[in-house]
Structure formats: structure tokens, C-alpha cells
């Protein structure tokens, strides 16, 4: 089993950032690699950027590339999401995912991760 910690959400002027940190712990070894969701309310659980955890390839959606950054440490088996350029159409319950080995029903499915965190709020406003 892999439990997935997130931090860092909250409220900012557009324009603004915020970095949110997602700690895994548990069985890591077992991932291959981890994304960033979001969802807001009465809309689909989109994708937002993914980072394979062996060779640090990295995806991003066209809403957020140029403005997020995924990176990953994987001594503190952590994954982070700096979001710059905030806008309002950014603010989201933010979730961490992640995918074991053996899943490949492609990085922007849902149904490819089998660890979800909790979730954390972010809210821009204009």
C-alpha cells in the first residue's frame, strides 16, 4: 500500500503561486510514476501534469503548461507542483496520484491510479 500526503494549498490573488507537496509513503518502490489532478465543483477530474519517478519524464496539460512545474525528490519520496501565473479558472481541489507498475491505461486516465490523497484547496480570486 502507498499513502499520498498533500500540503501546501490556499488562497491567492490572481497572478500569484503556490507550491503543493505531495509525500508518499508506504510501499514507493512499487510506483512508477505520480500525478497532479484537479476537480472543481460540478466538473471531471482532470489531469494536470505527471512525472515518471525512475527517469523524471514529465507531461503537462495544455491548461497549465508554461505556468505549473512538477518535480520530485525522491530521497524524501516527495513530488511537488509549483504553480505560478495563478488564475481563477486555477482555483480546484488539487489531488496527488499515483500509478503502480503494470497500470498503463494511459498517464490522463483516472482509472490508471490506484493511490489517491486527500486533497487540497486551492482558490485564486480575481
Known amino acids: 500500500q502507498v499513502q499520498l500526503v498533500e500540503s501546501g494549498g490556499g488562497s491567492v490573488q490572481a497572478g500569484g503561486s503556490l507550491r503543493l507537496s505531495c509525500a508518499a509513503s508506504?510501499?514507493?518502490?512499487?510506483?512508477?510514476?505520480m500525478g497532479w489532478f484537479r476537480q472543481a465543483p460540478g466538473k471531471e477530474r482532470e489531469g494536470v501534469a505527471v512525472i515518471w519517478i525512475r527517469n523524471g519524464m514529465i507531461y503537462y496539460s495544455d491548461s497549465v503548461k508554461g505556468r505549473f512545474t512538477i518535480s520530485r525528490d525522491n530521497d524524501k519520496n516527495t513530488v511537488y507542483l509549483q504553480m505560478n501565473s495563478l488564475r481563477p479558472e486555477d482555483t480546484s481541489m488539487y489531488y496527488c496520484?499515483?500509478?503502480?507498475?503494470?497500470?498503463?491505461?494511459?498517464?490522463?486516465?483516472?482509472?490508471?491510479?490506484?493511490?489517491w490523497g486527500q486533497g487540497t484547496q486551492v482558490t485564486v480570486s480575481s
Open positions: 508506504g510501499i514507493t518502490f512499487s510506483m512508477n510514476y
Open positions: 496520484a499515483a500509478a503502480s507498475f503494470g497500470r498503463n491505461g494511459g498517464i490522463w486516465s483516472r482509472e490508471t491510479y490506484n493511490y
